[in-house]
Antibody
Framework: EVQLVESGGGLLKPGGSLRLSCILS????????MSWVRQAPGKGLEWVGR??????????DYAAPVKGRFTISRDDSKNTLFLQMNSLKTDDTAVYYC????????????WGQGTLVTVSS | QSVLTQPPSASGTPGQRVTISCSGG????????VDWYQQLPGAAPKLLFY???QRPSGVPDRFSGSKSGTSASLAISGLQSDDEADYYC???????????FGPGTKVTVL
């Protein structure tokens, strides 16, 4: 069974930084393309970014609202995906999901449980 | 404003067929596959179809998807109370070089 477990959410002030982690099990992580998606309270889904496997070039793509502030990375030795979030704004308050992109370019068939990030002064 | 448009709500009685539309453009639906996700209250989203329109295991065949040009639609036949959820369409957008979600459609079973 494919599973994703996220961690790292919390409450912080505008301008702060936070790193989220996501561990994938049940598939060969090194071959996996992974994405982050967020959902603000009471709002719809918003794609944050995607990282391809190293075998597919390791390309990372970001949504415009987070480009330059957020960084997606991976540690294949630990089956772990990361989302480093800097210069956080109140608009970044959301539940953040990591997801496994099972079918290219972005069909996400397995999602984590989500972790809440609250940015507030 | 999303580049994909969906009606905010849809409803039906148990057993009815409900259809949700998703309209986009040439850079997204017109040139890439469309994904549909179901999000039950308080839960993570769930993929309803793979790009070839096959369903992941556990997704009943009451759900079907179609695409024509720059529009797509999701049909739910034999509507059940368990189908009350938010439904999102999504597609890769070649102009934005990113994945875009529609605003979501809330399905209510009357």
């Amino acid at each position: 069974e494919v599973q994703l477990v996220e961690s790292g959410g919390g409450l912080l002030k505008p301008g702060g930084s936070l790193r989220l982690s996501c561990i994938l099990s049940g598939v060969r992580y090194s071959d996996a393309w992974m994405s982050w998606v967020r959902q603000a309270p009471g709002k719809g889904l918003e794609w944050v970014g995607r990282i391809k496997s190293k075998g597919s070039g390791g390309t990372i793509d970001y949504a415009a609202p987070v480009k330059g502030r957020f960084t997606i990375s991976r540690d294949d030795s630990k089956n772990t995906l990361f989302l480093q979030m800097n210069s956080l704004k109140t608009d970044d308050t959301a539940v953040y999901y990591c997801a496994w992109v099972e079918k290219a370019p972005s069909s996400m068939s397995t999602w984590g449980q989500g972790t809440l990030v609250t940015v507030s002064s | 404003q999303s580049v994909l448009t969906q009606p905010p709500s849809a409803s039906g009685t148990p057993g009815q067929r409900v259809t949700i539309s998703c309209s986009g453009g040439s850079s997204n639906i017109g040139s890439n596959s469309v994904d549909w996700y179901q999000q039950l209250p308080g839960a993570a989203p769930k993929l309803l179809f793979y790009p070839n329109n096959q369903r992941p295991s556990g997704v009943p065949d009451r759900f079907s998807g179609s695409k024509s040009g720059t529009s797509a639609s999701l049909a739910i036949s034999g509507l059940q109370s368990d189908d009350e959820a938010d439904y999102y369409c999504a597609a890769w957008d070649d102009n934005l070089n990113g994945y875009v979600f529609g605003p979501g459609t809330k399905v209510t079973v009357l």
